[in-house]
């Protein structure tokens, strides 16, 4: 368990005199974003108003839908700058109250190259990320960031952009080397034509053969690939697979997924959009650091909890 930060403590030093210091301008960008909706409505109102007194409503009612969409989107973007120095401000502190760094813009790096090499995420078009989160968590190197992905389907007039993750890409420095690779990932998803799984694939280019799980439990849950049995026996005991399962409740999560490679435990975990902090509304600024500081926290411990050894039963052991 990680010694989350006190939100008074932070409010009542550096952290309380900068937000203070912003309130200025957090209010001018507030009266801008008003004059931006305010101005896409009246626009739309008047294409409509023009457009209906010329018999022609329908063009008036995708017209002047048009004009107030545009309003409430350059009022949003209006906004972002200042409330993504707002989330720098405060989940900047969070992270240095835990020695961490944190930066709001995100390069992704080798963590998501080896997601993706690794289908620990769906293949997509487009991909945004943000909330790097880095340093040293417990005695192991640690990073976590978040990462939006599309895919455009459809076409024509039905072409459309979907979001097929949205979600958190963990890695930590695992407490012990690894003389294999091994993948966690849902159930049933590397079938053969007439049902049944595998018994063998290949993912990220190692080949690996399916782990038979001792409980039944969470064969029906998870699939567990390697190119070492016995040390993916070892590694997916079932307490960790309830250990994954508690990530995935605690962030009303889903589709978790996990890759034992080269010393570092990898995660992904479609979690939605987290420590979003910054707001114009100074009155909002304790509940959203308390929201960040539980959210980080939440997803620190768990990282910590799947690093730790697993206890073993004799049962477990390979040939037992």
Partial sequence: ????????????????????????????????????????????????????????????????????????????????????KLKGGINGAIARALGLDYSVECTPGQTFARAKAFALVPAHDRSTFQDLWWGVLGTSPFTLHEACLTEQRGSGKNRRTVTVFQGSIM??????????????????????????????????????????????RFEDRFTVWSDD???????????????????????????????????????????????????????????LLEQSIAQFGALADLAIKLNERARMRMADLPGS
């Fill in 1 to 84: 368990m990680i010694e989350k930060p006190d939100a008074d403590a932070l409010l009542a030093g550096d952290l309380g005199r900068w937000l203070t210091a912003q309130n200025v301008e957090r209010g001018e960008v507030a009266r801008k974003a008003r004059k931006a909706r305010t101005t896409g409505i009246i626009v739309a109102g008047v294409a409509f108003v023009v457009l209906a007194a010329l018999g022609k409503v329908d063009w008036g009612f995708k017209i002047g839908f048009g004009c107030a969409v545009i309003g409430f989107a350059w009022a949003e973007w209006s906004k972002r700058p200042m409330l993504n």
């Fill in 171 to 216: 890695s930590l420095g695992f407490n012990r080397a690894f003389t294999g690779t091994t993948v966690i990932e849902p159930h049933g998803e590397r079938t053969r034509l007439f049902g049944g799984e595998h018994e063998t694939t290949t993912i990220g280019g190692i080949e690996m053969g399916r782990v038979d799980m001792v409980d039944p």
């Fill in 229 to 287: 049995q016995v040390e993916a026996r070892y590694l997916v005991h079932p307490e960790y697979i309830e250990r994954l399962i508690a990530v995935e409740q605690a962030f009303a999560g889903s589709d978790i997924r996990a890759l034992f490679h080269q010393g570092d435990l990898l995660i992904t975990l479609k979690s939605g959009d987290l420590f979003e902090s910054g707001s114009l509304d100074a009155g909002q600024d304790r509940a």
